[in-house]
């Protein structure tokens, strides 16, 4: 489960500049759907009123047929994963890292999510900046093992719902293809919003939605947006 729904969501950040105008889809429960369009088009403010960052100023948004007005931004951050562009790591090891996503996990699960994410034998490091501060150094992450600490911490969650938010688009060309297959097997089975601005990021998507101008400018599987241009 985790369907969501988006039917009519209408969305300003100022009353005078419209962001959405009416935005309907649905992402089926464990299916992929993917939304791209240009910077500013809208595309992370859709998942901010997801998680109620925002709340819609018409329409409705809902999981498994409950509007997410009814239900508490900590309730929703429960069900809902995210991988965001660039992780930001507490001052902490890596494993306090990934335990962030499940603090009752045990130290076993903790070291499974790292393996299955391929960070397993940094997890005891603490990240650069925090032990600077006591005269030593931390372990300097690149941007491609953020994303994976940040992959570690939602197999560990395991959420039924989960959003990339461009999760791959600060990385160099090798690394986002590497990030890719990693998000690829977290996505499986379960209810994925993929935001990104280039449709040959979310080629294996179910649906893309492309949004422009604060409205749904098309939609189709990556094969038929291709054929379309
Ligand atoms: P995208 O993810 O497609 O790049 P966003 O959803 O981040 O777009 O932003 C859509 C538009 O809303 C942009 O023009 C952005 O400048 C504006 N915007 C985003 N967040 C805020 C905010 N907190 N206050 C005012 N305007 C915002
Ligand atoms: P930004 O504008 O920087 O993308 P957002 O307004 O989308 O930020 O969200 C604020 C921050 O809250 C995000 O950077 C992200 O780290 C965190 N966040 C968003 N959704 C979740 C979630 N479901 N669970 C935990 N943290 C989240």
């Given at each position: 489960?985790?369907?969501?729904?988006?039917?009519?969501?209408?969305?300003?950040?100022?009353?005078?500049?419209?962001?959405?105008?009416?935005?309907?889809?649905?992402?089926?429960?464990?299916?992929?759907?993917?939304?791209?369009?240009?910077?500013?088009?809208?595309?992370?403010?859709?998942?901010?009123?997801?998680?109620?960052?925002?709340?819609?100023?018409?329409?409705?948004?809902?999981?498994?047929?409950?509007?997410?007005?009814?239900?508490?931004?900590?309730?929703?951050?429960?069900?809902?994963?995210?991988v965001?562009?660039?992780t930001?790591?507490?001052?902490?090891?890596?494993?306090?890292?990934?335990?962030?996503?499940?603090?009752?996990?045990?130290?076993?699960?903790?070291?499974?999510?790292?393996?299955?994410?391929?960070?397993?034998?940094?997890?005891?490091?603490?990240?650069?900046?925090?032990?600077?501060?006591?005269?030593?150094?931390?372990?300097?992450?690149?941007?491609?093992?953020?994303q994976?600490v940040a992959?570690?911490?939602?197999?560990?969650?395991?959420?039924?719902?989960?959003?990339?938010?461009?999760?791959?688009?600060?990385?160099?060309?090798?690394?986002?293809?590497?990030?890719?297959?990693?998000?690829?097997?977290?996505?499986?089975?379960?209810?994925?919003?993929?935001?990104?601005?280039?449709?040959?990021?979310?080629?294996?998507?179910?649906?893309?939605?492309?949004?422009?101008?604060?409205?749904?400018?098309?939609?189709?599987?990556?094969?038929?947006?291709?054929?379309?241009?």
């Open positions: 489960n985790g369907a969501i729904a988006f039917k009519d969501v209408h969305f300003a950040y100022d009353a005078a500049r419209p962001i959405l105008k009416g935005i309907s889809f649905e992402v089926p429960a464990g299916k992929t759907v993917a939304v791209v369009g240009p910077s500013g088009a809208g595309k992370s403010t859709l998942s901010r009123l997801l998680y109620r960052f925002y709340d819609v100023q018409q329409g409705t948004i809902t999981i498994d047929g409950q509007d997410v007005r009814g239900v508490t931004q900590k309730s929703l951050r429960a069900v809902i994963g995210m965001p562009q660039d930001v790591l507490f001052n902490d090891t890596i494993a306090y890292n990934i335990r962030y996503g499940r603090v009752s996990a045990t130290e076993e699960e903790v070291v499974a999510a790292a393996e299955a994410a391929q960070i397993a034998t940094f997890i005891q490091s603490l990240p650069e900046g925090f032990q600077a501060m006591v005269g030593e150094r931390g372990l300097k992450l690149s941007g491609g093992e953020k994976r992959i570690a911490r939602t197999i560990l969650k395991a959420p039924p719902i989960l959003i990339l938010d461009e999760a791959t688009s600060a990385l160099d060309t090798r690394t986002e293809q590497e990030i890719q297959s990693a998000l690829d097997v977290v996505s499986r089975n379960r209810t994925t919003l993929v935001i990104a601005h280039r449709l040959s990021t979310v080629i294996n998507a179910d649906e893309i939605i492309v949004l422009k101008d604060g409205v749904i400018a098309e939609r189709g599987t990556h094969g038929e947006l291709i054929d379309r241009d």
